[in-house]
C-alpha cells in the first residue's frame, strides 16, 4: 500500500503543506484531515506543494476540490504550488487548473 507523506510549514501567515507519495483512495482523507487541522482562524493564502506527488486518482483530485472548498469556507486562499508533472496534467484534464490558483514553483527554487 502507497503512502502519502505531509508536512506543514509556517512563515508568519503563509501555510504550507507539503504532499509527496501517492494521493489516492487510500491516502485522500489524510490530506483532507491534515488540512483541516492546520486551518484556523488566520487569514491569507494556504499553500498546498504537490511538487512531490507520485501519483494521483480520482479519489486524489476529489479530495483537492474539497480542500479548495474547504479552505475557502474558512476564508482563505488556496493556492496549488508546484504541481508534479503527473498532477498538472490531472488538473488539465479535469478544469481543476482553471477552478483552483495553481502555481508553477519561483524560478531556481525547488520544492522541498
Given amino acids: 500500500m502507497a503512502e ?3 508536512r506543514l510549514s509556517r512563515y508568519g501567515a503563509v501555510e504550507t503543506l507539503y504532499v509527496s507519495g501517492e494521493l489516492d483512495l487510500a491516502s485522500a482523507p489524510v490530506l483532507e484531515r ?24 480520482s479519489s486524489g483530485s ?3 476540490m474539497r480542500v479548495h472548498n474547504q479552505v475557502e469556507a474558512f ?5 496549488v504550488l ?5 498532477v498538472q496534467s490531472v488538473l488539465e484534464v479535469l478544469g481543476l487548473n482553471r477552478v483552483m490558483d495553481v502555481r508553477p514553483a519561483p524560478d531556481g527554487v525547488r520544492a522541498s
Avoid: N
Fill in 4 to 6: 502519502v507523506l505531509l
Fill in 34 to 57: 491534515t488540512v483541516a487541522g492546520a486551518l484556523d482562524g488566520q487569514g491569507g493564502e494556504f499553500r498546498l506543494d504537490l511538487s512531490g506527488v507520485t501519483f494521483m486518482d
Fill in 62 to 64: 476529489k479530495a483537492l
Fill in 75 to 79: 476564508g482563505r486562499h488556496l493556492v
Fill in 82 to 86: 508546484s504541481p508534479a508533472p503527473v
